[in-house]
């Protein structure tokens, strides 16, 4: 028996997390009034304090500086000279 996944909209996400960050209720409590499963829940609560909203998938973050071009590594072919075998 195939389950179909759930679609909740942004606000409903939004509301359930403020539900249990403002009144401190633990999260299977909420989920079970709220008639969801308590891991999906966790993982919006989590999201929203990562990244502040429940709706968001990205980092709020800062990205990471540019990485250095492969050519300019320490490494190059003239530090290992080849030799003629003896």
Do not use: C
Request: proline share 12%; charged share 25%; no cysteine.
């Amino acid at each position: 028996m195939a389950s179909r996944k759930r679609v909740y909209d942004a606000e409903f996400r939004e509301g359930a997390v403020r539900i249990v960050t403002e009144t401190g209720k633990p999260i299977p409590e909420v989920a079970e009034d709220l008639g969801i499963r308590s891991g999906t829940l966790h993982s919006w609560v989590s999201r929203a304090r990562r990244n502040g909203s429940p709706s968001s998938d990205r980092l709020v973050a800062e990205p990471a500086p540019p990485r250095p071009p492969v050519w300019a590594s320490a490494w190059s072919w003239t530090s290992f000279p080849l030799q003629a075998p003896a």
